[in-house]
């Protein structure tokens, strides 16, 4: 007998076994219903699983209906056939030509999180040809993403609708960007949706390409049901169950609260939230929050009663995925058995597009932009937390600006330059309270994996003096992420500075390069 409420899921076939999810739900969440959870097997035949929960570390790459696909940016649908056993696909489509008059527009918006939704309706009525691109199905970021266990706010929803109304906007969602296209001196970025990929040629870009979390290296982080902080909350949204779940949350900064609070609403239970930094520093960040009154509300409503301070993780341990954690404490040490552990220490601006376009840097290793958000590359502009970790509030300050300057409207934009400021001052309070202590900085151990991708341990490391030395002699930083969690996180615990990407973001497909070698005449020799 059918039960009703399984007549009113998906039907896939994961691993040629037939399988029941929530509509809406990723195939991350899809894998992470069935033990142990993995969607790989790694190099050195460890089982992995979904990590950062937002395209990012490549952990959870599977073949969806024959193509290779991230679980965690790939929604089920009906019938969906999903296979952790890579080495099968099936050989891709035929390269799909495009028309490139056809991709062109006048101004390019690369991120559809709250600063980049601000940026297409500051554009809008300016009449200007807008596309504004994201990996995620629907606009909103990682802060107002979609899914079956996700509660959109009102502002995000009202922000969509918004955008509906402009037919001068087209909004491709399940799409990324891969790289550069075109000749040397064009403007034009290759992007790669589920089926085919093209040139996007533009007049003036905006970069709205977010933060992804730091995530440090530590013993047992690369097993199943660790992920980080922001992960969670990711997965969360896509539909992993959580019910009567034991969770530890570990690391720093207030997303460990979010992630907490997200848990709980899923009917998980929090047992420990460990937070690195003291109380006296904790103190003085909450005193200062009185000058914003949203944030300390937010902050009183988010605290849970098992947050400690002056605490961080250790180890991870447990049979083929974490069944337990061993974490410091003021007072000594404890052990917490737990389902899951999410682990975030803090987040760094997504800079990797703005730095192959030849953009610089500022001090705090954000994009620089001037006081119209301009780039330090003429006709690029960025906003949001690729210029800095701000909140959201800022991010859509920064985004109007940008989307006004972009079209020529510098007037509107500078009128925007005091709530830039008012917002610009909490980015700031933010970077003290938590900065990364020593201890989180020395957890690996000679054998704890840098490298998840290509499983290259501490001890082989040692010997290499930058980065580009290790990738040359370790394939360090040469996985399927290029470097985004190992180059972050050798970054923190060397101080090695990653180059940046000459023509390719991410991993390609064979036949959105010959489709886009097609259009434009060139030869993949």
Not at 425 to 437: H, I, K, N, V, Y
Request: hydrophobic share 45%; net charge positive; proline share 6%.
């Amino acid at each position: 007998m059918t039960h009703p409420r399984d007549s009113a899921r998906l039907r896939i076939l994961l691993d040629g076994r037939p399988m029941r999810v929530e509509p809406g739900s990723s195939v991350a969440a899809a894998l992470a219903a069935r033990s142990p959870g993995n969607s790989r097997v790694s190099v050195s035949g460890e089982k992995r699983a979904a990590f950062c929960g937002m395209g990012v570390c490549h952990e959870c790459r599977v073949l969806v209906d024959g193509h290779l696909r991230l679980a965690c940016q790939a929604r089920c649908h009906e019938g969906m056939r999903v296979d952790t056993v890579l080495e099968h696909g099936t050989p891709p489509d035929a390269p799909l030509a495009q028309d490139d008059a056809a991709n062109a527009c006048d101004l390019l918006i690369i991120g559809a999180g709250p600063a980049g939704m601000s940026a297409a309706l500051a554009a809008a009525p300016s009449g200007r040809a807008i596309v504004l691109v994201d990996d995620n199905a629907a606009p909103g970021g990682q802060i107002w993403r979609d899914g079956p266990g996700a509660s959109v706010p009102a502002l995000a929803r009202r922000l969509r609708e918004q955008l509906a109304r402009y037919s001068n906007i087209t909004l491709l969602g399940d799409t990324r960007v891969i790289g550069m296209a075109g000749l040397p001196g064009q403007r034009a970025l290759m992007l790669e949706n589920a089926r085919h990929g093209w040139a996007q040629h533009y007049g003036a870009l905006i970069l709205c390409t977010g933060a992804r979390e730091l995530l440090l290296p530590f013993p047992g982080w690369t097993l199943p049901g660790v992920t980080g902080a922001g992960g969670l909350q990711a997965l969360i949204k896509a539909g992993v169950r959580l019910r009567g779940k034991r969770i530890v949350i570990a690391g720093t900064g207030p997303l460990l609260l979010a992630a907490a609070h997200a848990a709980h609403r899923a009917g998980a239970r929090v047992v420990r939230i460990a937070e690195q930094a003291d109380w006296r520093a904790l103190l003085r960040f909450g005193y200062r929050l009185h000058r914003w009154p949203a944030k300390a509300a937010q902050a009183a409503a988010l605290f849970n009663p098992h947050y400690r301070a002056s605490s961080h993780v250790l180890e991870a341990t447990g049979d083929g995925r974490v069944q337990q954690v061993r974490l410091r404490r003021a007072d000594g040490e404890e052990t917490i058995a737990c389902h899951r552990l999410a682990c975030g220490f803090g987040l760094v601006p997504n800079i990797k597009l703005g730095q192959m376009l030849g953009c610089d840097l500022d001090t705090h290793a954000g994009l620089q932009v001037d006081d119209m958000q301009q780039t330090t590359v003429p006709g690029i502009f960025a906003a949001g937390e690729c210029t800095g970790i701000g909140g959201n509030e800022r991010a859509r300050v920064q985004g109007a600006r940008a989307g006004h300057a972009a079209v020529g409207e510098l007037t509107q934009a500078a009128r925007l330059s005091n709530d830039l400021a008012r917002w610009q001052e909490f980015a700031d309070a933010l970077r003290a309270p938590f900065a990364l202590r020593a201890p989180l900085l020395s957890l690996a151990r000679p054998d704890t994996l840098i490298c998840r991708c290509e499983d290259v341990p501490q001890s082989a490391l040692a010997a290499h003096q930058n980065w580009t030395d290790a990738k040359l002699h370790t394939r360090c930083g040469m996985g399927a992420c290029q470097g985004r969690i190992c180059g972050a996180a050798t970054q923190a615990l060397y101080g090695w500075q990653p180059l940046p990407p000459r023509h390719l973001l991410a991993p390609a497909r064979i036949d959105t390069l010959a489709a886009i070698a097609s259009s434009s005449g060139n030869s993949l020799d």
